[in-house]
């Protein structure tokens, strides 16, 4: 229906030429489309590895403060007995 409308509108020798030009427009805005989402996906995937890093960093952060904890106790065991428990 569109190509009739546009064959009358136009007539048969600038149809090429619109329908070149129509083509080249949506194929730029598809690029652009592409371009926006693959940009929108990095960035999520950046935020997602940027949490998931900062909990990483919390838990060794949480295992080192029980690591110490740990060896102090046992140093004052050490102390205490002279042994371990």
């Known amino acids: 229906m569109i190509f009739v409308v ?19 427009w949506i194929r730029r805005a598809r690029a652009q489309w592409y371009a926006v989402k693959s940009e929108l996906e990095n960035e999520i995937a950046d935020d ?5 890093l900062r909990e990483t960093q919390e838990a060794l952060k949480n295992a080192e403060t ?20």
């Open 6 to 24: 546009a064959l009358i509108v136009l007539g048969p020798e600038r149809l090429p030429k619109a329908a070149r030009f129509v083509g080249l």
């Open 66 to 85: 029980e690591l110490r904890k740990q060896a102090s106790e046992l140093q004052q065991d050490i102390k205490d007995t002279g042994e371990p428990k």
């Open 48 to 52: 997602e590895l940027k949490r998931s």
